[in-house]
C-alpha cells in the first residue's frame, strides 16, 4: 500500500489545479481501477471546490516521482506521454507508481488542446 498524491486538473489554461493525497492505494489494481477510486474519493473529500468534484476526468499521467525532477510547466508534464500516461489495463507498478508518486487527473482532450496550444491566460 502507497500513498499517492493527485492532481486534479479541471482546466490547464487557467491553472485550476487543485491537490489531495490518496492513502492506501494497492499498486496492484489496474489503471481503470484507481481512476474509479478517485470519481468516488474527490466528492467525499472536504476542501475539494464544487468544480473539481464534478469534473469528468477520464486520464491519469504520472507527474514525478519522489526525489525526482519536476516539469517546467507548473500545470502538467507534457512530456514522454507514451511511458507517463497510465494505460488500460495495466496494474499501478507496472506503470511505475511508487509511493509518493504524483499523479495528474484529466480530461484527455482537453490536455490535448492545451498541448496544440499551450497558453495560459492566467
Known amino acids: 500500500m502507497v500513498t499517492i ?3 486534479l486538473i479541471r482546466n490547464f ?21 484507481l481512476l474509479e477510486q478517485i470519481k468516488v474519493a474527490v466528492p467525499r473529500t472536504s476542501g ?8 469528468p476526468y477520464d486520464t491519469l499521467k504520472i507527474s514525478h516521482q ?34 509518493e508518486t504524483e499523479i495528474s487527473v484529466f480530461v484527455r482532450a482537453e490536455y490535448e488542446a492545451y498541448k496544440r496550444n499551450p497558453v495560459k491566460k492566467w
Open 5 to 7: 498524491t493527485l492532481r
Open 13 to 33: 489554461e487557467y491553472r485550476s489545479v487543485k491537490i489531495i493525497p490518496l492513502r492506501d492505494v494497492d499498486v496492484s489494481r489496474t489503471t481503470e481501477e
Open 48 to 55: 475539494v471546490p464544487p468544480p473539481f468534484k464534478t469534473h
Open 66 to 99: 519522489a526525489h525526482g525532477f519536476k516539469a517546467n510547466d507548473i500545470v502538467i508534464n507534457m512530456e514522454d506521454d507514451e511511458g507517463l500516461i497510465l494505460g488500460p489495463g495495466r496494474t499501478l507498478g507496472e506503470s511505475g507508481v511508487t509511493d
